[in-house]
């Protein structure tokens, strides 16, 4: 079984991740000789193997949903269109205009682009609300966090929300707008959510069940 091993300063002890795209990987504390892990790989293959048949189950239903050679896009479809040449991803109507070769970076940079126009008016318009503010917004594509907002008002978002149903990413942002006011995750916080997003159970199961979809691996695909 493949995996990559990356050492952290703050890790204490061996942790095994198998991340949305399938890739495993070993975090090390500092001092940790590197046969830990082959052995944690080798004691904990079982349930990497189940997370792998669950990761491709779930992208699988979702794949069934979508006609190949498109990405979503806030609830829509939008074709790709490889064109040799080409450098940057240009949207007309519901086609995407993408490099011939290679497409996926210039892609991400697009949805990068994209999250951080969409989920800024979006955050305008729920601090507007909320009679908040935030400070800053901060488009990153981490691996394990959807959105974040920290003590200062910093705000933090996944650009692959946008792959996610736009009811979805409203979800996300009204979470971490309710941050402003309450920071942790005590029945306050969640009264206060339940009173601006009634339905937010519903996006969050939706995110624990597909969020580990949310990637451009099928874009690269269908557009070599």
């Known amino acids: 079984m493949e995996y ?8 204490r002890r061996v942790q095994v991740t198998v991340h949305p795209d399938r890739q495993v ?6 001092r940790a000789p590197k046969r830990a892990a ?19 189950r779930v992208a699988g239903e979702l794949e ?4 190949e050679g498109t990405v979503s ?21 519901d086609l995407l205009l993408v490099p011939g070769a290679d497409p996926e970076p ?54 692959r929300l946008l792959l996610a149903p736009p009811a979805v990413l409203d979800y996300v942002v009204e979470h971490e707008v309710c ?11 969640w ?6 997003e009634p339905n937010w159970r519903d996006h969050a199961r939706w995110l624990r069940r597909y969020g580990s979809t949310l990637s451009l691996a099928s874009a690269r695909r269908s557009a070599a």
């Open 106 to 159: 210039a892609i991400e940079r697009w949805y990068r682009g994209q999250a951080r126009t969409l989920i800024a008016a979006k955050l305008d318009a729920a601090t507007a609300r909320a009679g908040t503010r935030y400070t800053r917004l901060t488009i990153r594509a981490q691996r394990t966090r959807w959105a974040s907002c920290s003590s200062t008002g910093a705000m933090s978002f996944n650009w």
């Open 64 to 67: 069934r949903e979508r006609p």
């Open 191 to 196: 009264a206060l959510l339940e009173s601006r």
């Open 4 to 11: 990559t091993i990356r050492r952290s300063t703050r890790a």
């Open 38 to 56: 082959e052995a944690a790989v080798v004691e904990l293959r079982p349930w990497i193997e189940r997370r792998l048949r669950t990761l491709d």
């Open 25 to 30: 990987e070993v975090v090390l504390p500092q």
């Open 179 to 189: 941050h402003l006011e309450v920071m942790d995750h005590s029945p306050r916080f």
């Open 73 to 93: 896009f806030c609830g829509e479809l939008l074709t790709l269109v490889p064109e040799p040449g080409r450098t940057r991803v240009h949207r007309r109507g």
